[in-house]
């Protein structure tokens, strides 16, 4: 599970209180970033998968195309599938306890592997976000297939992506490693470990490199009810061409609200109630690949609403 790393100081929640009206601008008045954590447990069926929350439109997807709309509490079994839409978070619980996270515009259809009892996420479209639970055994019980590579892992905390309109997809492991492999070329297989990226290629050597850091949240501003917006700003990070900045419910990010990407590190938001979010940070390089992230937990008040008598 994710967790708060460490407690804030008087001085610094004092700032943080501050922050959230408008007088402070120190990152330090923010909570610390949230780390992940391991996730361990025993072998347990992975299919059906159960809808644990759903933002936006989302559908489930046949073995003959046939779609229906999707629910929160419904099941998703083996060859059958989930199409997103735009502006649309679904997370996913497997039987062993392992998470799944589809955000826009994503596809992927769900097979049990029967000759290795392993689950296979198809990724057709978009991205997937997978947190998987560690087991004791050493074959590879989880794998995502993309049209041009093959995923397996253990265990671990990483994110699969398809380039749009490109032949190439993007892996980025936060914790433990992934096995990564072309279709159909066992001899291409290397190890991503934490903290590195991947470009999956139809041909070349495959070579992990490192992600960029985490980037730093500096401050807020915009929260006028007059205009609607809320700016988040962040700190300039050397070698990133863009910001992706989410904005969650909970701290493990199953319940996503909002996110945006912005090639500038000013991030605006609209259409946001009163409430505490959490706020995850992560910037791309210029090969495309999705850096680090931390997270910080801000409470939203315009300013029409700390004014009203």
């Not at 000013?266 to 495309?288: C, E, I, W």
Request: glycine share 10%.
């Amino acid at each position: 599970m994710l967790g708060l790393r460490g407690a804030l100081s008087a001085g610094a929640w004092f700032c943080r209180a501050l922050l959230v009206v408008g007088a402070c601008a120190s990152v330090d008045a923010l909570a610390e970033p949230v780390e992940d954590g391991e996730l361990v447990g025993p072998l347990a069926p992975q299919l059906p998968v159960y809808v644990q929350y759903l933002e936006g439109r989302a559908w489930i997807v046949d073995a003959r195309g046939a779609e229906t709309a999707l629910r929160e509490g419904m099941l998703v079994d083996d060859k059958e599938g989930i199409r997103t839409e735009d502006s649309t978070f679904v997370s996913l619980v497997s039987g062993d306890g392992s998470r799944i996270v589809l955000p826009s515009s994503s596809q992927v259809e769900l097979h049990w592997e029967e000759e290795h009892e392993r689950l296979q996420i198809m990724l057709r479209q978009g991205q997937v976000e997978s947190y998987v639970r560690k087991q004791a055994e050493d074959d590879e019980h989880y794998q995502v297939l993309t049209p041009v590579g093959v995923l397996g892992v253990r265990g671990t905390h990483f994110r699969v992506r398809i380039a749009e309109g490109e032949a190439r997809s993007l892996s980025e492991v936060l914790e433990g490693g992934v096995a990564a492999r072309r279709v159909d070329d066992e001899q291409s297989a290397v190890l991503v470990g934490a903290r590195q990226g991947l470009n999956l290629l139809p041909q070349g050597e495959l070579r992990p490199v490192e992600l960029l850091p985490a980037p730093r949240l500096l401050g807020q501003g915009g929260r006028d009810m007059s205009s609607g917006n809320w700016t988040l700003l962040l700190q300039p990070l050397p070698g990133a061409t863009r910001y992706r900045v989410q904005l969650a419910s909970d701290e493990q990010f199953l319940r996503i609200r909002q996110e945006r990407f912005s090639e500038t590190p000013s991030v605006n938001f609209s259409g946001l109630p009163v409430d505490t979010y959490h706020v995850r940070l992560s910037a791309f390089d210029d090969n495309g690949l999705e850096g680090m992230t931390s997270v910080y937990q801000i409470l939203y008040l315009p300013a029409w609403r700390r004014n009203a008598p």
